[in-house]
């Protein structure tokens, strides 16, 4: 028997935002909603960090907001076909707030506008990035419309990094490039595998690679070159103000100790008295730097991760 299925129908955005200032813009910054945007680009939006309407000159900025590195990321909406007055806002707003990651949302691209931007993420530096996406939306019968951002131009990060380790005034080593393609290779197989994180960032030149999980804690990949190893790590960190609650939190998983260990195997625990962070974390033996050994270590990280996001959360839960 052949199974019947539903047909998926584009639905005109005019007819669920009517006006892009008033109902568009204030949708898309929604901590849920910017968090779809997120997932489209691969990018993790700090949510507790939203403003709209932000003034620059005699200017506004649809949104402006940042990622967990707190570097400043501006948004610009405009619910038809793309044009040169919304082009020069981009970078006139980038340029006054010193944003590194500029997002321009429309409902019809025109190609002098993709191959610009395609030129911009080009000719810029490693810290600036452009994103050009198209806002659709879908129904199926009588569903409610859906949202979908189709990222029609994005900045190519390790095509950047190499050009600028090229560049004299580059620190970038080679040792921190193989890192960044570690992790690459981490999120690539982790989008397609990963149970449990909803969002993947941006890799960078550097040991570690973060997973945001709520505000008390966060995850870290760690590819510890030296020691030819990768760690899975809980970091638990506020700062100074923060340390009775982080030992709080870390002694609360600690009592779980062997129950936690009999689930994700044997643990590492870093708790020193004079330390603001607390640190548990896995250690998988195999060399980030090697092709061979980092392909084949991605099932087990994937598979460590995603037992971490399973299993602490719920002992700080109540704290």
């Not at 082009?87 to 707003?93: E, H, M, Q």
């Not at 600028?164 to 690539?188: A, G, H, T, Y």
């Not at 980030?288 to 598979?303: N, Y």
Request: proline share 3%.
């Amino acid at each position: 028997m052949v199974q019947s299925l539903g047909k998926l129908e584009k639905v005109n955005i005019r007819k669920i935002w009517e006006h892009e200032a008033l109902s568009f813009t204030p949708w898309l910054a929604h901590p849920d909603n910017l968090s779809l945007l997120g997932d489209a680009l691969g990018i993790e939006f700090n949510t507790e960090n939203i403003k709209t309407e932000v003034g620059v000159g005699d200017f506004n900025a649809d949104i402006v907001t940042a990622d967990y590195s707190d570097r400043a990321i501006i948004i610009e909406n405009q619910l038809e076909r793309t044009d040169h007055d919304h082009l020069g806002k981009c970078i006139t707003y980038a340029a006054g707030i010193g944003a590194e990651t500029i997002i321009w949302i429309a409902s019809n691209i025109r190609d002098e506008h993709r191959q610009a931007v395609e030129w911009l993420n080009f000719n810029s530096s490693d810290k600036i990035n452009f994103f050009l996406v198209e806002l659709e939306a879908y129904k199926i019968g009588d569903s409610k419309p859906a949202p979908h951002f189709l990222v029609v131009e994005s900045p190519n990060e390790w095509t950047k990094v190499v050009r600028s380790q090229n560049n004299s005034n580059s620190s970038i080593s080679e040792v921190k490039l193989r890192q960044q393609r570690f992790f690459e290779m981490v999120r690539d197989y982790g989008l397609e595998h990963s149970k449990k994180v909803r969002s993947w960032q941006k890799p960078r030149p550097q040991h570690w690679y973060t997973i945001r999980y709520g505000g008390k804690a966060h995850f870290n990949v760690l590819a510890n070159t030296r020691e030819k190893c990768i760690y899975i790590e809980l970091y638990i960190y506020g700062g100074k103000d923060s340390d009775a609650q982080n030992r709080l939190i870390f002694d609360n998983i600690y009592k779980h100790k062997d129950k936690i260990e009999s689930e994700v195997g044997e643990l590492i625990w870093h708790n020193r008295d004079d330390a603001c962070m607390k640190l548990v974390r896995y250690r998988i033996d195999k060399d980030p730097a090697d092709d061979k050994e980092s392909e084949e270590a991605l099932p087990l990280v994937i598979e460590k991760l995603d037992q971490f996001i399973s299993i602490f959360p719920k002992y700080w839960k109540n704290i």
